[in-house]
């Protein structure tokens, strides 16, 4: 059972970075976690690719999120 739960997680985030867009918590397990990241047209590259600090963001945040849990 994780120890923290998605809204305590999420309050860790939001109070973490108050002028920042984090990626959203949406579920925390035993065994997975699922976090999500509205993207938008600001976020491409050329050739309709995500950019990837945003991918590394997501990939970080979500690694924290299942240690943290």
């Known amino acids: 059972m ?3 739960g998605v809204d305590e997680l999420q309050a860790i ?3 973490a970075f108050p002028d920042v867009e984090v990626p959203r918590i949406e579920e925390v397990t035993d065994e997975s976690v699922l976090v999500s990241y509205a993207v938008t047209d600001r976020h491409g590259r050329p050739g309709g ?10 990939a970080d ?3 924290w999120v299942a240690i943290m849990s």
């Open 2 to 4: 994780p120890r923290l």
């Open 13 to 15: 985030l939001d109070n």
């Open 61 to 63: 945040t979500s690694a």
């Open 49 to 58: 690719t995500l950019s990837g600090p945003v991918m590394m963001s997501l």
